[in-house]
Structures are given as C-alpha cells and as structure tokens.
C-alpha cells in the first residue's frame, strides 16, 4: 500500500485485514475500506493486532472509513434512486 494511489480497499476475510491494519501509517490517503464478507468484524481484527502487541489503531480512528459491501450496495442504490443514469452515462 505504501507506493500505491488507491483510495478504496477491499479485504474479504481477517487475515488480509490485519496485514492492512499493520501498514496504517502507509494508507493515510485511503478514504474507503470495504468489508467484502458483512460478517467480518472489523473491531475483533483491531483487537487482536492489539492484544498481540502489533501496532493497530483504535476502532474509533477507522470507523469512519469503513463500510459493508451491502452498505456499499445501498450507497450506490440510492445514488442511482437521486440522479437515475449518472454511472451508466460515464462510458
């Protein structure tokens, strides 16, 4: 992550989570993080780097950048419900 430019990440399970985690510092500029799996618990991944003495940030500072894929999916329904055609009209 630290040479990439990518805004959005998406991890599907907590092992690709907590190698996410661990390298923070190198995705200040990631303003999504997308939880492919909504059962994953994002607050367990934290905990656990914690508890195993890795440095992880608080549930609080990461909260704002995460989202569900379902919420992810009700983001972009209800876009589609407040300017009908604006994705598809960008080919």
């Not at 390298?23 to 799996?37: C, I, K, P």
């Not at 367990?44 to 608080?58: E, I, M, T």
Request: aromatic letters at 4%.
């Amino acid at each position: 992550m630290k040479h990439a430019d990518a805004k959005v990440v998406f991890v599907d399970t907590p092992a690709p989570a907590r190698a996410r985690v661990r390298g923070v510092d190198d995705w200040a500029h990631v303003e999504r993080v997308v939880l492919l799996d909504d059962a994953l618990d994002a607050r367990a991944v934290l905990a656990r780097l914690a508890d195993a003495g890795k440095k992880a940030p608080s549930y609080a500072e990461v909260e704002r950048k995460l989202v569900t894929w379902s919420g992810a999916l009700a983001i972009g329904a209800a876009r589609d419900r407040e300017q009908p055609g604006l994705v598809r009209g960008r080919r």
